[in-house]
């Protein structure tokens, strides 16, 4: 009996050898031999594609070099890759375009709207706040105006009354009692008074002269001009007067126009008292009339006797200030000091002086006719439109 054959362990190894050694070559069109296919097995595990052969070797490591070769250019599988590569970074490109564009759009969305947002409410804000500032502007001027016209109206009141219980007749003057001739006492420094409390500049009486009485007039201010060195000396003593002090003067005496006497007229409206006084100019019986700014408001003040408000004095338009915004103005520094502008608005307030019977208030009552009242003076007020504003507003740290 014989006895069985021992199994036998094949090694990995041999089936390796034995399988490269069984395995013919597949011919797809050549005329090798056997010899030569197997020649070629040995030197080449992957496919040739310039002499259209094809290697069908089993072994592991040919189909591992195969599955793990490099591409090499021209392979197709090299030009694949280059295609998807190159739309990969097509759509990268395309994507960041797009999210930029996005992320701009938004950002600029958000910052306009942030803005409209924001200049709206800020405008809506200033907008009130410029009308309630105005509103309390206007009205601190409407009071301001009436308390000025409310202290020059008794001032005037006390000048009628004076003239009408006093003696006025004065044993230099050539002429007698009445108005026009009347030279209040005191006249400084009660104007003195009545600019602190009214926030005025200058306080100062045009007295109306009718023509017939032009030369007894003069002569009556040459002798009664005393006023004018008691008025510069309480200048001097008071702490409010801002203004410049002018001590040497002289006097024209006669009704002129800045240093020219006044032509013949049918009346003039000359000046007389004034507080403060500079004169720098003749002090004195300057004629109102002739001042072409200011002439159309004299003249409604000697037609309806009602307070007249003038035009500005000294504002000029884009041709720069004539020789009448110039005057104005360099008078203007005289009364408001060197650290104001005198460009700046000023007007006059023009009160009629009127006398009437006894015991008159206004000249609106009914029992009191026209042809019982006369018009005697005008007196001016001057007004600083930068004094009147000045605290009104709270100031703001």
């Given at each position: ?6 199994p036998t ?5 041999d089936?390796?050898s034995?399988?490269?050694?069984s ?5 797809l069109?050549?005329s090798s ?18 002499d259209n052969h094809?290697d069908?070797g089993s072994?592991?490591?040919s ?6 070769r490099?591409p ?11 295609e ?12 960041r375009?797009v999210?930029?564009?996005f992320?701009l759009?938004?950002?600029l969305g958000?910052?306009m ?5 924001l200049?709206?409410s800020?405008?809506a804000?200033f907008?009130?706040k ?5 509103s309390?502007?206007?009205?601190a ?9 409310g202290a ?7 000048t ?10 004065n ?5 007698g009692?009445?108005?026009p001739?009347v030279?209040?006492p ?5 104007g003195?008074k009545l600019?602190?409390l ?9 007295h ?6 032009r030369l ?7 002798a ?6 008691q ?9 409010t007067?801002?203004?410049?002090i002018?001590?040497?003067?002289s006097?024209?005496?006669?009704i002129n126009?800045?240093?020219q ?5 049918t009346?003039?409206?000359?000046r007389?008292?004034?507080?403060p ?10 004629n ?9 408001a ?10 007249v408000?003038?035009l500005a004095?000294?504002?000029?338009g884009?041709?720069g ?8 103005a ?20 023009y009160?009629p002086v ?14 009191i ?20 504003i ?8």
């Open positions: 009996m014989t006895p069985p054959a021992a362990t094949e090694r990995p190894e089936a390796l034995r399988d490269s050694t395995t013919p070559a597949l011919d069109g050549s031999s056997p010899s030569m296919d197997t020649e070629e097995n040995n030197h080449h595990d992957n496919f040739h594609q310039d094809l069908t072994s592991d490591h189909r591992r070099s195969y599955l793990y490099k090499h250019e021209g392979d197709p599988m090299h030009n694949k890759e280059d998807i590569a190159q739309d990969e970074t097509k759509n990268l490109l395309w994507l375009g999210t930029f564009c992320l759009v938004a950002t958000v910052s709207g942030v803005y409209f947002y200049h709206t800020e405008e804000r907008e009130d410029f009308f309630d500032t105005a309390k502007v206007l009205e001027l409407g009071t301001q105006l009436e308390n000025t016209l020059v109206d008794a001032f005037s009141v006390a009628t009354t004076y003239a009408r219980y006093s003696n006025t007749n044993d230099n003057a050539t002429t009692t009445g108005w001739f030279t209040l005191e006249y400084a420094g009660q003195s600019r602190s009214s926030k005025i500049y200058l306080l100062a009486m045009y109306y002269i009718a023509h017939k009485d007894a007039w003069e002569a009556y201010t040459r009664n001009d005393q006023w004018v060195d008025g510069i000396q309480t200048q001097k003593n008071d702490p007067f801002r203004g410049n002018v001590e040497d003067w006097s024209l005496g006669e126009y800045y240093g006497s006044a032509e013949n007229a009346y003039y409206v000359a007389w008292q004034s507080s006084v500079v004169p720098r100019w003749d002090p004195y019986n300057w109102i009339i002739q001042h072409p700014t200011v002439r159309d004299i003249q409604r003040v000697l037609d309806s006797r009602t307070v408000l003038s004095l000294n504002v000029f884009k041709d200030p004539g020789e009448e915004e110039q005057e104005s360099v008078n203007l520094q005289d009364f408001i000091g060197e650290n104001q502008f005198a460009y700046e608005p000023a007007v006059e307030l009160v009127v006398t009437g019977p006894p015991g008159m208030v206004s000249l609106r009552d009914p029992e006719s026209q042809d019982d009242t006369n018009l005697v003076a005008v007196m001016a007020v001057s007004i600083f439109w930068r004094d009147l000045t605290d009104v507003l709270p100031h703001w740290e």
